[in-house]
Structures are given as structure tokens and as C-alpha cells.
Nanobody, 124 residues
Framework: QVQLVESGGGLVQAGGSLRLSCAAS????????MAWFRQAPGKEREFVAA????????DYADSVKGRFTISRDNAKNTVYLQMNSLKPEDTAVYYC?????????????????WGQGTQVTVSS
């Protein structure tokens, strides 16, 4: 069983930056693909970014490519999302998710473990 805890959300001006962190309890953390999703009020949960166990393979939604960077520190059981050049449309609750299988990481249904979410609000 895996517990995930996100942190680092907050209020930021458009064009600013935030770094989200997700701490995992799994002792086999390096075997999990990790992903970030986000959900705005009235909208479906959408894929943001993902990384496989070693951190050497990453994937990004087109809407964040070039602005966001996902990384992981397996020694610390932590995955990060560095968010730069933030836009008001990035406003959402951001969720960390873990997938042992490592397939179809863009699909929320493929992830069995989720954090509680952290709010990111970008003002204009």
C-alpha cells in the first residue's frame, strides 16, 4: 500500500513559479511510475506529467510542455513538479499518482494510488 502526500501549492502571480512535492511511503518507490494530474472546478481530471521509475523517461501534456518539469529523487521517495511561467488556466488542484505497472501513464484510471491534492491558484 502506498501513501502519497503533496505539498508546495499556493497563490502566485501569472508568470511566477511554484514547485510541488509528493512524498511517498513505498519502500519500492523506484519501481513505480509517478504522475501529476490536475482538476479544476467543473472539469475532468487531466494529465499533466509523468516519469518512469528511473526518472530517465518523462512525458508532458502539450499545455505544459516547456514550462513544467517533472523529476524524482528515489533516495528521498519524492517526485517534484517545477512549474514556471504559470498562467491563470493552470489554476487547479494538483494530484500526485503512482502506477506500479507503468503503462498508460496519461490515463488517470491506470493509477491506483493518489494523494490528497494541493491547490495551485494563479492570479492575473
Amino acid at each position: 500500500q502506498v501513501q502519497l502526500v503533496e505539498s508546495g501549492g499556493g497563490l502566485v502571480q501569472a508568470g511566477g513559479s511554484l514547485r510541488l512535492s509528493c512524498a511517498a511511503s513505498a519502500r519500492t518507490f523506484s519501481r513505480y511510475s509517478m504522475a501529476w494530474f490536475r482538476q479544476a472546478p467543473g472539469k475532468e481530471r487531466e494529465f499533466v506529467a509523468a516519469t518512469r521509475g528511473s526518472g530517465g523517461s518523462t512525458d508532458y501534456a502539450d499545455s505544459v510542455k516547456g514550462r513544467f518539469t517533472i523529476s524524482r529523487d528515489n533516495a528521498k521517495n519524492t517526485v517534484y513538479l517545477q512549474m514556471n511561467s504559470l498562467k491563470p488556466e493552470d489554476t487547479a488542484v494538483y494530484y500526485c499518482a503512482a502506477d506500479r505497472q507503468g503503462l498508460f501513464v496519461r490515463n488517470a484510471g491506470a493509477h491506483d494510488y493518489w494523494g490528497q491534492g494541493t491547490q495551485v491558484t494563479v492570479s492575473s
